[in-house]
């Protein structure tokens, strides 16, 4: 990020309440802040309490705008902006001083500016409020989501568990979905040491009041708490009541027990965020009890991190994001069904279990550190880097954008290519997309040719041919060539002479090229297949280390068959192990299903896995979709069982992930992965596998092995790089 990156920022929330869609807000600017971004920060609201705005002023690169007091938005009249006002102000402010980013908040706001269409492209959304489960993902829901999806240049997910979910159930969110965990501040001031509680024992809430997040139940417990023997009381902090339509007693209820309504509560009301830090601090136990509808939540409470950076344990519901967060022997979850007398039991252990208490607060601590703000703006710094990366040399000094062309029928292997050369200050890309293989508009493509300083083809098919007979004189003219090419006439038919680099992914299928074409040596270079590392690094699922995936399995040469050997081979010693399959299935190919013998390979292979009786219920055959990073998160190692390839992209994705590759020896399989991770034959494979399947740490070992090489060679910003010579430099 060699200038500085322009970002607005507005949530459709009031920084007047204290909760955590406000917190977010102000986190989200000092986070920005610190990554060197130039931030301006639009209030929804007039401003009534500086709680949560007064410590932005001061920030280098921060500013407010302020609509209401400012008059900027014709009939507010101090009353919040609605999404239709707040779009139409967004695009204004844009216009007088253009900004690289729009960071929003709120799913009715993201739709509205969507709609309005001035910033797609621009658009970095942080989604909660949308649907979380199977049951709630209607057809509206998708079609929305895959709008705000496709305008958007990143989608902000909180958790690894809502990516995963949005990405499964979006297409278009695969590729442009990176984690924005919570971020809590560091005290700002000495930390109590929380070694002996106080009598009575201080419980504290901070946040919300709403009847999911149980703060009408939880002033109830210092009075259950004393039929126990626990002498306690409750300290709450915030200003923010719910009007609940479900529960319209909820609000007047709520407000009369923070207000002498119920014995035991102390309520210190709506403070700036660190003076409610310093409250929570002087505590010895902090509540994070929920409804247990919340449980199948996809987002992570801030509650845990918010105390845990003040030294305090936590009781909270055992979840599986609390689970992952904390451990599934943290000593504090609620017990049983979560409810009020199992909350006053969880509290009655952390008051009579010192051991418990230390360990839930170091805990809470260690998930603390990694959600810290200069942890955020670390992550921030990373996201903005992708995005905007610097000028190439090559092009800074040049006095108009140098003009790129890209052309071809399938360009899935360039997309994260397309989107760095469309960063790059200095390019001005255009796309040549053709319908089929040899079906194109030829005025379009001649517009290209005619426009651009170099074209880029992908496949050396019909498109090749077509801009290698039609190029402008003083252009260039880049070809990448993939495999099954080489079988056709279209090589031959190039004009190699107008081509000035011919780019194959392997050093075997530059040879081949050689050898099939007679090219002069000197157009012909290796420039390796892409992996977002990046978008591919999660976390591994639970029975991960006893699953393999195979990505692809169509044509026959991919050999399902002996795959198949490989799973009999280990669920003979074995029966944890499965195999998993990403593809689409055969006959939804034409040119493959017309073929007898395929069809006769696949007949035989799927009664196979339907009559052995090693096979039958351990291979599950999963929809084919771009949602590949989700998938791999269940994969513990992943095959190349293949006749022959020119790179096979499926093993060096799962060593992103952190799953082990394994190969078997087809042509060229040593020139890009190690020799460590291929194998004689499917039985020699099987051994290798059990071998590391054997222990956790043993797979791990390997699997962080596989992820540095992988990284170290084929990584997205490496291979970027050197395409990024190859466009500008010749």
């Known amino acids: 990020m060699s200038r500085v990156v322009r970002a607005l920022v507005y949530g459709d929330v009031d920084l007047n309440l204290i909760d955590g869609s406000a917190v977010w807000a102000q986190s989200t600017v000092q986070a920005l802040a610190m990554a060197g971004c130039e931030t301006r920060l639009v209030l929804k609201a007039p401003v009534e309490t500086g709680r949560l ?25 101090g009353r919040p902006l609605s999404p239709v006002q707040a779009s139409r102000l ?11 980013l729009l960071v929003l908040r709120g799913r009715r706001l993201v739709g509205r500016v969507v709609a309005d269409g001035h910033f797609d492209g621009r658009i970095w959304a942080y989604l909660t409020d949308i649907p979380q489960s199977a049951a709630a993902m209607t057809e509206q829901s998708r079609a929305e989501l895959a709008r705000i ?26 590729g442009r979905s990176v984690l924005c965990p919570p971020a809590v501040p560091e005290p700002a001031f000495p930390v109590p040491v929380h070694d002996r509680p106080h009598d009575p024992l201080r419980l504290v809430y901070t946040g919300k009041f709403a009847p999911l997040w149980n703060t009408l139940p939880m002033t109830r417990l210092p009075a259950l708490l004393a039929g126990r023997g626990v002498h306690a009381e409750l300290h709450t902090v915030g200003d923010k009541i719910h009007h609940d339509r479900a529960h319209p007693e909820f609000q007047d209820a709520m407000f009369r027990a923070l207000h002498g309504g119920a014995p035991g509560v102390r309520h210190h009301g709506g403070q700036p965020r660190e003076e409610a830090m310093r409250i929570a601090a002087d505590c010895d136990l902090g509540l994070g009890w929920r409804d ?17 950076a003040l030294g305090l344990p936590v009781v909270l519901n055992r979840t599986p994001a609390h689970e992952a967060l904390l451990g599934t022997d943290y000593p504090l979850y609620v017990p049983g069904r979560a409810g009020l007398e199992d909350a006053a039991e969880a509290v009655a252990r952390a008051a009579g279990d010192p051991e418990a208490r230390r360990l839930a607060a ?9 959600h810290t703000l200069r942890a955020a703006a670390g992550r921030w710094r990373t996201h903005l880097e992708r995005a905007f990366p610097p000028a190439p040399a090559a092009v800074a000094h040049r006095t108009r954008p140098l003009r790129v062309g890209v052309a071809g029928h399938d360009l899935k292997f360039l997309t994260r290519l397309l989107d760095h050369f469309h960063a790059l200050p200095g390019l001005d890309v255009r796309v040549d997309a053709w319908r089929a293989l040899a079906r194109h508009d030829p005025a379009a493509s001649r517009e290209l040719a005619d426009w651009a300083d170099v074209v880029v083809v992908e496949w050396c098919g019909p498109a090749a041919v077509w801009y290698s007979r039609h190029k402008r004189r003083g252009s260039r003219l880049v070809i990448r060539l993939h495999r099954f090419e080489l079988d056709a006439e279209w090589p031959r038919q190039v004009d190699i002479d107008a081509v000035d680099k011919v780019v194959c992914v392997s050093p075997l299928y530059a040879r081949r090229t050689l050898e099939h074409t007679g090219w002069p040596e000197s157009k012909v270079v290796v420039v390796p297949n892409w992996v977002d590392h ?30 198949l050997d490989v799973l009999e081979a280990l669920r003979a010693r074995d029966r944890r192990w499965h195999l998993s399959v990403k593809s689409r299935p055969p006959w939804e190919y034409w ?46 190692h992943v095959l190349s069982t293949s006749d022959d390839e020119s790179f096979h992209l499926a093993p060096a994705e799962g060593m992103a992930s952190g799953a082990v590759p394994a190969l078997l020896p087809w042509p060229g399989a040593d020139e890009i992965y ?15 596998i059990a071998g590391l399947g054997e222990t956790q740490e043993t797979w791990r070992s390997a699997a962080e092995a596989a992820r540095a090489q992988v990284r170290e060679s084929y990584a997205l910003d490496r291979v970027a790089a050197a395409w990024t010579e190859l466009l500008v430099s010749g």
């Not at 305008?151 to 949005?166: I, K």
């Not at 170091?362 to 990694?370: L, S, T, V, W, Y």
């Not at 090693?614 to 929809?623: I, M, N, Y």
């Open 53 to 77: 705005t007064d410590p932005l002023t001061g920030l280098p690169g921060v500013r407010l705008v302020r609509p209401a007091e400012e008059r900027l938005v014709d009939g507010q009249a």
């Open 90 to 100: 967004l695009a204004r402010l844009d216009r007088e001083e253009p900004c690289d």
């Open 149 to 174: 999806a496709a305008a958007s240049g990143q989608l902000l997910c909180q958790t690894e568990e809502l990516r995963c979910f949005l990405e499964t159930w979006v297409p278009q969110a695969c």
């Open 292 to 308: 247990p509808r919340l449980d199948a939540s996809l987002e992570l409470s801030t509650k845990v991190l918010e105390f845990g």
């Open 362 to 370: 170091a805990r809470c601590q260690d998930a603390a550190r990694r």
């Open 534 to 563: 990046d978008q591919l690094d999660r976390p591994k699922a639970p029975g991960a280390r006893h699953r393999l995936g195979m990505i692809g399995i169509a044509p026959s040469r991919k050999r399902l068959d002996l795959g």
């Open 591 to 636: 040119w493959i299903w017309n073929k007898p013998e395929e069809r006769a390979h696949y007949d035989a292979v799927l009664r196979r896995v339907q009559t052995s009786p090693l096979l039958r219920g351990a291979v599950v055959f999963d929809e084919f979709g771009a949602d590949v990073a989700a998938w791999l998160r269940r994969i513990g």
């Open 674 to 688: 190690d020799r460590r991770w291929i194998h004689d034959g499917p039985h020699a494979m099987a051994e290798a």
